[in-house]
């Protein structure tokens, strides 16, 4: 029977579904999920890499074209309008003036976006899932990046791969993030605690919890790398699956990644690629001082937990898709299932195609040499032999 994620209705909203059939008894058609409009978007966020002057062009014509031909409201981060290229394109001034700005950390736009649009590399769809940590629109991705495994669409024909969003039925991949929840022991609390007094307030996603620790609570997207920071000992952590004490990681470190995440850092550290669409958890070491630690795949759905092993020798370090880089000290746990809130990537032909061509572009796989075919002379003379 076929079932409908939708996202819950806001005012300033458009309603957008992804359906997936599962036929009885046989294995999901990945060419079955497609993305589809109760009604045209409105809101529209564009993504634009920092620091990158190539991309001052692209970022203004797709706004032109999405302000004065689509008629579409535009958010932008104040930093990117800030730019003082863009600040003195007077050409431009008149549809700067109309484009809505946010700023990260400050103001929540997570109900008011209908479509995101990144232009640049992969670090701009990672951006992306971190300014939504519950349900996340639709992300179009622009390959004008260095990389680009996560940018399928090519930028020259971006008016033509717009339309043909907007127009709905448009083949789509639900990105799994990851749920990661980090509760600190009170001697990090209390530094924590003195460190918030200047403002008086916690960052929004701090919580305080019932045993007093301080929560922090964050959606990934490609990994939670743990590692053992600047330290020359190896980092010892111990490796619990729904309670259970599975290992401890003797080593450089351990990464827990989703299979977007299977291309990245893990792929470096030896781990196989997986197919995004595979509801799984990839458990790869760094580096392990040990012959026999291999990459493992657990079940989407089990809760992993880290902490550091009672004889570590020194701290650990975290970080989330490369950002809030923290300290992890005895007392400390990460706690890490799979997400509810997927991320939806739109696909530029479809999620098997465009995954397996990024592998042969992006990270050449599998390039070798072709091997020629024996003549037929060779043939006879190696039979004479």
């Known amino acids: 029977m076929p079932f409908c994620v939708a996202r819950s209705a806001v005012p300033t909203r458009t309603m957008f579904a992804y359906s997936v059939d599962f036929p009885r008894r046989h294995i999901q058609d990945p060419a079955s999920q497609r993305l589809t409009w109760s009604k045209p978007p409105l ?131 639900l990105r799994s993030r990851l749920k990661v929840k980090v509760v600190k022991g009170m001697v990090q609390r209390n530094e924590q605690l003195l460190s918030t007094q200047e403002n008086g307030i916690l960052p929004h996603n701090h919580i305080n919890n019932e045993a007093g620790k301080i929560t922090l609570q964050l959606q990934v997207l490609n990994e939670v ?25 003797q ?54 937990m880290i902490t550091l092993s009672p004889d570590a020798r020194n701290t650990a370090w975290v970080s989330f898709d490369g950002r809030k880089r923290q300290e992890i000290q005895h007392g400390d746990s990460i706690k890490i299932t799979t997400s509810c809130f997927p991320v939806p990537s739109i696909c530029c032909h479809d999620l098997v195609y465009d995954w397996f061509d990024s592998l042969a572009q992006c990270l050449h ?15 006879s003379s190696e039979t004479e032999n």
């Open 225 to 249: 790398v743990v590692d053992r920071g600047p330290s020359s000992y190896l980092s010892n952590v111990d490796l619990y699956l729904d309670g259970r004490l599975i290992t401890s990681v």
């Open 43 to 173: 809101n529209v966020l564009v993504i634009r890499k920092i620091r990158d002057e190539t991309l001052l062009e692209p970022f203004k014509e797709l706004c032109r074209f999405l302000v004065e031909e689509k008629h579409l409201m535009v958010y932008v981060e104040k930093k990117v309008v800030d730019d003082g290229s863009l600040m003195r394109d007077d050409s431009f001034s008149a549809i700067c003036n109309q484009l809505c700005t946010f700023r990260e950390g400050f103001d929540d736009i997570s109900d008011r976006i209908d479509l995101i649009i990144c232009l640049g590399g992969d670090g701009t769809l990672l951006y992306a899932s971190s300014l939504f940590q519950g349900s996340v629109p639709p992300v179009m991705a622009f390959h004008l990046g260095s990389l680009g495994f996560l940018t399928p669409f090519k930028f020259e024909s971006f008016r033509t791969e717009v339309d043909k969003v907007f127009e709905g039925n448009a083949a789509i991949i």
């Open 251 to 304: 080593g450089d470190g351990v990464i827990v990644s989703t299979p977007t995440g299977s291309t990245a850092y893990a792929a470096a550290a030896g781990a196989s690629m997986i197919h995004p669409n595979v509801p799984a958890i990839m458990v790869t070491p760094i580096c392990p001082h040990s012959l026999s630690f291999r990459p493992i795949v657990v079940p989407a759905g089990v809760e992993l």
């Open 365 to 379: 796989w599998n390039v070798r040499k072709k091997q020629t075919r024996l003549t037929d002379a060779s043939d």
